[in-house]
């Protein structure tokens, strides 16, 4: 029961009609008589004082005297007589002085009684309307009996006598005590009814609302309660969605600021760690030249080096200067192109003159390993900046020089809009009017797993970190970040005999 509010409502509201109900019944079967015998008795008082003034204005119009008595009958249930002083009858409801034996002789009773009482005397001096319970002498019936004298002239003096039946009383009592059962059906009923609107209008909203809440307490904001009402249930509804809809925005809020604050601490870490790793990294790459200048050049201190091996020290150094140069400059590159200091020259340029331009500063490397170098371009204008693009060939052709064989094939070729191979590209995401630059070299492959990872900072396919091979693996974080400030799609891939590197140039509009 503590936890059904509906059977709660429905017992309290039982045992509240049922109080009323029995309540009810103790003071009728207490009260009510004899509430009723002086509510009659003051009635029957008060109309015939507004009788005695209408005999007093009728009483030589004998016609309607005699109505007045039969309306005074009729109105209050009773019988009334005029009586002289000396008890004859002077006057009946009926002209003829035809009435009922049993009620001529109760209205004699009742004077008879009326006389012998100790006030009677009083009572007709004062003039004194008086209302009393008697006995019938013939049957065991209670009457009550009004007197009220009259005098309008010494010889006229009389006094009007009213009685009215008690039992009718008793009669209407136990009715009233036989309606109780059916009372209490109706009760019944009522209480059924009651718990039914009790159900809809508090009950079944609160059900909803904490069905909703419960979800709500779950975090679980996607059912709304459906309470459409202008009452207090009807706005703690309201307010219990504005709460859903307030808690959950801060929620999806949170979960958000959440995500970003673990990519920013994920950000951070990577940060940490390539920080970490650039350093590391950095000074792998500078203490070996750094000790080969140093052994050298104590070497030549020393004397050492014979004459013919003084110009091989110097060259040592000299080439090793050239190496902590190249890393010093690409990383200025590098950092001024992830900071975003740095400024494109954006221009318009021929990419196939840029191209042969490029390849002639590796002529002597291509002619040493006897490499067969295609070149088929289109004649195109391309825009962007002419020398951080050429910078991008630099490193391609440089790449596929050092992993092409001797007597080995580069070729490189363009087409526009989309790349004729299978490019690891979303074609939604292939820019239009744009020309494609591939980059491709006979050779071994680069693995799958590492195609993607070629692009980060000092990352290098050969981990045994061969200095001979070349590279310090900046070239090609340094390209990424070149093209992606060209907004270029650019990547590589594997093809059966080779490695393939491409990007893309927006071709001028008026070569469109």
């Known amino acids: 029961m503590k936890k059904n509010l509906t059977l709660r409502l429905f017992i309290i509201t039982s045992i509240f009609i049922s109080v009323i109900l029995i309540l009810i019944l103790s003071l009728q079967s207490i009260f009510f008589q004899k509430f009723y015998i002086n509510k009659k008795m003051n009635t029957l008082k008060s109309e015939i004082i507004k009788f ?20 005074y009958e009729i109105n209050n249930n009773a019988k009334i007589a005029i009586f002289s002083n000396k008890g004859d009858i002077m006057f009946l409801s009926d002209p ?22 100790t006030d009677f005397s009083s009572t007709l001096n004062e003039g004194k309307v008086t209302a009393n319970i008697f006995s019938s002498e013939s049957k065991d019936i209670k009457n009550i009996v009004c007197l009220a004298p009259i005098s309008l002239e010494s010889i006229n003096d009389n006094i009007i006598i009213s009685v009215s039946p008690l039992q009718t009383i008793k009669e209407a009592s136990l009715v009233i005590k036989d309606f109780y059962p059916y009372a209490l059906f109706v009760g019944i009923l009522g209480i059924v009814f009651l718990s039914i609107i009790y159900s809809n209008l508090i009950s079944k909203p609160l059900k909803d609302m904490n069905k909703t809440a419960f979800k709500m307490a ?53 940060i940490e760690t390539m920080r970490k790793d650039f350093i590391a990294n950095v000074s792998h790459e500078l203490k070996t030249p750094i ?93 962007g900046d002419k020398t951080r693009i050429e910078q991008v060939l630099n490193n391609f052709i440089s790449n596929a020089i050092k992993n092409t064989s001797e007597s080995g094939n580069i070729s490189i070729s363009s087409c526009i809009d989309q790349n004729p191979y299978e490019l690891n590209v ?30 980060d900072k000092f990352y290098k396919v050969d981990k045994s970190r061969d200095r001979s091979k070349g590279g310090i693996g900046l070239g090609l974080n340094i390209v990424k970040n070149i093209l992606e400030k060209h907004n270029s799609v650019y990547g590589a891939f594997n093809k059966l005999d080779g490695v393939c590197f491409y990007f893309s140039l927006e071709i001028d509009s008026i070569e469109s």
Request: proline share 1%; hydrophobic share 35%.
């Open 52 to 71: 005695k003034i209408s005999y007093s204005y009728n009483y030589d119009n004998k016609p309607e005297l005699f109505k007045s008595m039969q309306d």
């Open 96 to 117: 003829n002085k035809q009435m009922d034996d049993i009620v001529l002789q109760m209205l004699k009773e009742a004077f008879k009684k009326s006389s012998k009482a």
């Open 218 to 270: 779950n975090l679980d904001f996607s059912e709304q309660c459906t309470v459409d009402r202008e009452d207090e249930i009807g706005n703690l509804a309201k307010t219990l969605n504005f709460l859903s809809l307030n808690l959950s925005d801060s929620l999806n809020a949170l979960k958000k600021y959440n995500d970003k604050l673990k990519d920013d601490i994920e950000k951070e870490k990577r």
């Open 291 to 383: 000790s080969l200048i140093e052994g050298y050049a104590e070497g030549l201190k020393d004397n050492i080096a014979k004459d013919d091996q003084k110009d091989f020290y110097v060259d040592v150094i000299i080439d090793e200067a050239h190496n902590m140069e190249s890393l010093l400059n690409d990383m200025l590159d590098l950092s001024q192109l992830e900071s975003g200091s740095f400024n494109l020259h954006i221009d318009s340029f021929n990419i196939k003159s840029l191209i042969n331009h490029a390849l002639k500063k590796f002529t002597g490397l291509i002619e040493t390993k006897s490499i067969n170098v295609t070149v088929d371009v289109n004649d195109k204008l391309v825009i």
């Open 426 to 455: 979303n074609k939604n995401h292939i820019p239009e009017n744009h020309l494609f630059i591939e980059v491709f070299n006979k050779g071994s492959n680069i693995p799958k797993e590492e195609l993607n990872n070629i692009w």
